[in-house]
């Protein structure tokens, strides 16, 4: 998906395919730094990543049936910003496959 990404709009902007895979993957690579030490990444008009902590629960193992503990973790999350909202809404519409 990354590559697709990069060779669908690298001829856009005029890089070579090298420059723009080093400024996607420095760009994943930051978003990783930056939720591995806890932070916030907001991107504007777009959204926010951000860790969540999700705490330990009950849930029922689909293979088996059976009651297990779920352990407390950590994951990381996006919320999508209202502009970004607005613009899917608008450009794909709802109920559209």
């Known amino acids: 998906m990354k590559k697709d990404l990069i060779v669908k709009k690298v001829k856009e902007i ?9 400024i996607v993957e420095l760009f994943f690579k930051i978003i990783k730094d930056e939720l591995s ?15 969540k902590s999700r ?5 029922k193992s689909p293979r088996t049936g059976r009651e297990v503990i779920t352990p407390a973790r950590k994951e990381a999350s996006l919320k999508f910003s209202e502009n970004f ?4 809404h608008d450009k794909i519409g709802e109920g559209n496959s």
Do not use: P, Q, W
């Not at 005029?14 to 080093?22: F, I, S, W, Y």
């Not at 030490?37 to 860790?51: D, L, M, Q």
């Open 85 to 88: 909202k607005k613009f899917f």
């Open 14 to 22: 005029g890089l070579t395919n090298d420059e723009a895979k080093n």
């Open 55 to 59: 705490k330990e629960r009950k849930t």
């Open 37 to 51: 030490a806890g932070n916030e990444v907001k991107i504007s008009g777009f959204g926010k990543f951000y860790v």
